[in-house]
């Protein structure tokens, strides 16, 4: 819950209360309820109304309308009488307003955790359309047009807001509460969610060029699904460059107001095994070329970008890929084909879109494999087995780590949507915040150790520090 939000309820709890303490309330608990009431209007003005707060707006204004007549009694006219509150009505009362406060604490407006390096970080979204290519997801004609989105070193001026989470949430939200099986209503307070990110902030070229790092999503991802980590890395002196590929991505909003929803064609059910294969490895090729023609754009954008945002801040001696799920597979993909890839973390890569050709010769560059312990412990899956192939035919070591205690949708920011998160089937049962610092840790250390000449033991083996790594012999 917000600042405001928890007020609300503890000003409550002390009118509603006191007579437990003292027989009668002093004129400073009188007018909690009238206090209230201000706090909620403010609360209304300044962090925005959710309908998760309707059951306490409702006890709120109840409570200040019952004892409005009495407040606005002249000085000895108050009733002087004890409160007559039985003790079964005060157990009452801590009922109402305990479950008034579980809607919002159980779906709170979502934290993004504050990242810990020594740079303030920037975010800013553009449109990409690559001329050669046309889309083949689009319903018509059209050419294939990407929504992209940099965190980096910043130094935002005093006028510099916080980025949201999402963009476009209030379009966003129903997808992704469909995603979970909820009604379209569900998570509208997710246009409340901010970043410590700063909007459109000046990159700090100070220290750069920075290291560059490609981010692709998950099948039915976004390209903010995983800002956790973005930020981290953008405050140690990255740029981190997330792709939202369209029609593959949940939903994509493009400035014109063009939506372009998830086509399920891309990855159709209720096939043979044949036909999924051929689907899955078009989609993965037009993923790969996604992150290719992005980081063509990039490079010319080093040299002069007409907005004036990466002139100079790229190192593209320095060039790592990040993916989650299909996005995992979409950049074992790029990284066999593209050798301006240097290093590559791979979470939860889904094999099946890989090409014959990737899997038969694996990937030359350092790779590091992390999984989650729903996907390792499935031993005989299709996609473990794919990887055990493609891992065989890799011309250097790669460590392979599971997360003990995690899901797939943990390597994401979509456990912060509830501590409900395990009952949605979004996370294992270890501690979300835990998972998200091994997952930066680990990140960190692998791509500081890749471009910045970081030695680090945690790929040698077990680590006292992290007891929920599993290392995996292949």
Excluded at 134 to 139: L, R
Excluded at 193 to 213: F, H, R, V, W
Excluded at 409 to 429: E, I, M, T
């Amino acid at each position: 819950m917000r600042f405001l939000e928890i007020l609300i309820p503890v000003f409550l709890a002390i009118y509603f209360f006191w007579p437990l303490i003292r027989r009668r309330r002093v004129p400073a608990v009188n007018i909690l309820p009238t206090f209230t009431i201000v706090l909620l209007i403010n609360h209304i003005s300044i962090e925005g109304w959710r309908w998760q707060m309707v059951p306490l707006y409702t006890i709120t204004i109840f409570t200040f309308l019952v004892t409005l007549p009495n407040f606005l009694k002249k000085k000895g006219e108050e009733d002087d009488s004890p409160p007559r509150l039985s003790i079964l009505r005060h157990l009452g009362l801590a009922l109402l307003l305990a479950a008034s406060v579980a809607l919002p604490t159980l779906l709170p407006v979502p934290a993004i955790p504050r990242p810990s390096g020594p740079f303030e970080v920037g975010t800013t979204s553009f449109e990409l359309v690559d001329a050669s290519r046309s889309d083949p997801y689009a319903e018509d004609p059209s050419l294939r047009r990407l929504i992209v989105q940099a965190w980096y070193p910043a130094s935002p001026g005093l006028d510099d807001k916080p980025a949201p989470w999402m963009d476009n949430a209030a379009a966003f939200a129903p997808y992704l509460a469909d995603f979970i099986n909820m009604p379209p209503w569900f998570l509208d307070h997710l246009a409340y969610a901010k970043t410590s990110s700063y909007q459109n902030a000046a990159p700090d070229p100070a220290s750069g060029p920075y290291p560059l790092i490609l981010f692709s999503h998950g099948w039915r991802g976004f390209r903010e699904q995983n800002t956790f980590q973005m930020q981290e890395l953008a405050s140690y002196g990255y740029v981190v460059v997330s792709i939202q590929h369209t029609y593959g991505a949940i939903l994509t909003v493009f400035p014109d107001g063009t939506i372009a929803p998830n086509n399920p064609s891309a990855l159709p059910s209720g096939v043979s095994d044949a036909e999924y294969d051929l689907a899955a490895r078009k989609l993965a090729a037009q993923w790969a070329a996604d992150i290719g023609y992005t980081l063509d754009t990039l490079t010319e954008w080093n040299t002069a970008d007409p907005a004036g945002r990466f002139t100079n801040l790229l190192d593209l001696e320095r060039i790592g890929a990040l993916g989650h799920s299909t996005g995992g597979g979409a950049i074992l993909q790029f990284c066999a084909s593209d050798p301006r890839c240097k290093a590559g973390l791979a979470m939860d890569a889904f094999m099946t879109p890989v090409s014959e050709s990737a899997l038969d010769g694996g990937v030359p560059q350092p790779f590091l494999f992390l999984f989650s312990q729903s996907w390792a412990d499935n031993a005989e899956s299709k996609n473990n087995r794919l990887f055990n192939y493609f891992y065989a035919n890799l011309p250097r070591p790669a460590p392979v780590i599971t997360i003990l205690g995690t899901n797939h949708y943990d390597f994401s920011d979509l456990p912060a949507l509830s501590p409900l998160a395990p009952q949605l089937g979004l996370k294992g049962p270890l501690d979300g915040a835990r998972v998200q610092e091994i997952l930066n840790t680990y990140t960190l250390a692998f791509f500081n150790q890749q471009f910045k000449d970081m030695p680090t033991p945690l790929f040698d083996g077990p680590h006292p520090d992290f007891p929920e790594m599993r290392y995996e012999q292949r």
